[in-house]
Every structure is written in C-alpha cells, then in structure tokens.
C-alpha cells in the first residue's frame, strides 16, 4: 500500500520560512519524480516545484523562483521544499505528488500553509 505523508505546514509570518516534507513508502521511491502542489481557497491546484527521481534536475513556478527549493534524501525516502520569503500570496494547502510514467501517480492529504501577520 503506497503511503505519501506531508508535514511541516502552519502559521508563519510574511518574509518567514518553512520547509514542508513529504515521506513516501510502499514504493520504489527513487524511481519516482517527486512535485509539490498547491492550492489556494477559489483557485486550481497549481505546479510548484519538481525533482527528477535522481535529484539531478529541478523546476520552480515563476511564482515562487529564488524563494523556494526542492531537494530529496532517496536514502530516506522524503523529499522537502524549502520556503524562505513567504508572502500572504503563498497560502494555499500543499500537496506531494509522487510520479512515475504510465499511470503511476501517488498523492498526499496536504499541509496547510498560511502566511499572515
């Protein structure tokens, strides 16, 4: 049974930091390239970052380039976002997304980020 785990989520203040993780299990985790997604109140899921299943290659939404960073740990089977200069506009539920070609696709339940003073 594949299991993929947020956490790290919560309150933080504008120009903060968080770095959300994201655990998989009942996978071959270093197969699969790894996204984190999210989701604000009225609007669509949205592309955030992504890592290639070895973690040589990553991409950023334009939205969040220079600001956030996504790494893995094959070794321990999570991979994290790193999310300095936070702004209100960044809030929105967050979801790990775990992917591999021909229909294997494997998300998480979301961690909520909020960005308020």
């Known amino acids: 049974q594949v299991q993929v785990v947020e956490s790290g989520g919560g309150l933080v203040q504008p120009g903060g930091s968080l770095t959300l993780s994201c655990a998989a299990s009942g996978l071959t985790f270093r197969t699969y390239a790894m996204r984190w997604y999210r989701q604000a109140p009225g609007k669509e899921r949205e592309l955030v970052a992504s890592i290639t299943s070895t973690g040589g290659s990553t991409n950023y939404a334009d939205s969040v380039k220079g600001r956030f960073s996504i790494s893995r740990d094959n070794a321990k089977n999570t991979v994290y976002l790193q999310m300095n200069s936070l702004k209100p506009e960044d809030t929105a539920v967050y979801y790990c997304?775990?992917?591999?070609?021909?229909?294997?696709?494997?998300w998480g339940q979301g961690t909520q980020v909020t960005v308020s003073s």
């Open positions: 997304n775990a992917h591999r070609a021909f229909g294997h696709d494997y």
